[in-house]
């Protein structure tokens, strides 16, 4: 019934946005200072909202009372329309426009007569036959359907009843082949006379009904369970959301938040991480040993430029020796975003497979746990040099304000994560050995210029955000100079709009360069620098 496969899909568009909401949107970022005026807006905020048990009949009252009050329809109706739409309001719009009312109606299993007005409709005599038990009723005793067919209140009462025990949601009429869906108030008032448990499981079937077959509201994955239901915006399936439990989830697949990677790549890699061999993942994990004297290397910062006590400088990433000058530029004169398959001819598919996926892991990897460091360690570091600086210059009225270092850490804890993710895209999109990412065999010659492009952006954001890493790991002493202070806010609040500019920019490269070359479309959330759209509580306002 729901296979409606005229229904379309949600639509991914970057420009759909009422243009007022986004001037808006553009003031407020201005005002915070984080976008540069050629960067691409970010879509508004996903209207989203978390249902509870207490909320949830007066959010689904919300789009009945739409329907109803739009189509000039009763309740069951509008029901009936919205289930059969999956809750998709714009979708009843498109078959009504297409196919007309009355074809749209009969679809979903809803006749309409001029003049019911409650009473029972088009009955031959004052006393009837009932065509289930064949006994002679008054027509008190008889309950018309919109269909025209009637049936005594008894044997409408057993068929209700079995309805809902064998969990149907929807009661159709005991007519033949009949497929009209019965009133709803009806059914509730007869099993509420005869059956109260049925007519209670009734009602929560109506409400879970909005939960199941609703393509816009989906449970929060927490565990345990906090309870909620998260609704999203027509065409806005494709978001990341977080729970007022605090959750963050990816709407689309439930799992946690994971773009800029898309959905089945997500899922793919986290089978495939989970199905490597242990020893292959804790080797690729814990172990760096120094490229001069071998001793293994532990790395407790978030930043990637590690000295060895021996006193050589590698790149944690690779592995590789390099300089100790880390200034405004990630490592200088190193570069290894790029997976370059040496000898390619030489060694064998496994290895080479093998020595892929280490080098794409790593970097995911890496990422992940200074995103970790980062938010554990650094986090709370940061919050107290805040305090130390609001104490510290209160007299400076510029400097006062420290706001711009908890701004600047959210940007590097979100771009860490971006980049993570990107490498988990990278290995899928430039080769992965998995067959569900395949290409356009027209559009292969495209795929390295768009790579070359995205592999460019990703090597500068990874620069950027090691600069930012490295930035707001530097303490002050206990007096700091209002010059340094000074300099670093400026520094920090450019790190700050540069990362979040490359990550946009990654987004979008994903989004319209290289998603389109695939045989099987993909669709990633828009870019959010703020993280997951935050789902506010539903209320009745
Ligand atoms: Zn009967
Ligand atoms: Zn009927
Ligand atoms: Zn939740
Ligand atoms: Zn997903
Ligand atoms: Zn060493
Ligand atoms: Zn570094
Ligand atoms: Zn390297």
Known sequence: MASDDECYDYEYDY?????????????????????????????????????????LSIAQQQDLSMVMTLLNVKQHNARALLIHHRWKIDCIYDHLDRKGRDRTFREAGIVLHENIN???????????????????????????????????????????????????????????????????????????????????????????????????????????????????????????????????????????????????????????????????????????????????????????????????????????????AHDWDSIVGHSCNR?????????DNAKRNLHRYTHYYDRFKIHGDSHKLEHDKLGPAVDERVKLLEALLQDQPLLHDASWLTEAHRGLLQSRQVLSRSYVFAYYMFGGDDDKVRTWPKHRGSLPIAQGLFENYQEELESNVERLSKLLATEYGPVPEEEDVRRDKQNAMNLAKIVQTRCGEIYKCIQDELLPLLLDPMIIAAYRPRGPDKAKDFTTA
């Open 15 to 55: 420009d759909e946005d009422d243009d007022d909401e986004q001037e808006e949107e553009a003031m407020e970022a201005d005002e915070e200072g984080l976008f540069e005026d050629d960067t691409p807006m970010p879509d508004r905020p996903a209207d989203c909202w978390a249902i509870t048990q207490e909320s």
């Open 118 to 324: 409650g009473k029972p409709l088009g009955l031959p005599s004052r006393v009837v036959n009932c065509m289930v038990c064949f006994d002679e009723f008054s027509v008190g005793a008889v309950s018309t359907m919109e269909c025209g067919h009637y049936f005594c209140n008894d044997c409408w009462t057993e068929h209700f009843k079995a309805c809902v025990e064998s969990g149907k949601k929807q009661i159709r009429c005991m007519g033949v082949k009949c497929p009209v869906v019965c009133d709803e108030a009806v059914v509730q008032q007869l099993l509420a006379g005869e059956y109260p448990d049925a007519a209670r499981r009734f009602d929560r079937f109506l409400l879970e009904s909005y939960l199941e077959n609703n393509d816009s509201v989906k449970w929060c994955p927490s565990v345990p369970h906090c309870g909620r239901a998260i609704r999203v915006g027509a065409g806005e399936r494709y978001t990341e959301v977080e729970c007022p439990c605090g959750l963050g989830f990816c709407f689309a697949c439930a799992a946690g938040a994971h773009s800029p990677c898309p959905c089945t790549m997500w899922d793919m890699w986290e089978v495939k991480c989970n199905g490597e061999s242990e020893t292959v993942n804790w080797i690729l994990a814990n172990t760096k040993s120094c490229p001069k004297c071998f001793n293994p290397i532990v790395k407790d910062g978030g930043c990637n430029l590690v000295t060895c006590k021996c006193g050589q400088h590698l790149c944690w990433k690779c592995g590789g020796a390099t300089g100790g």
């Open 339 to 347: 997976f370059v398959g040496e000898e390619k001819k030489k060694v």
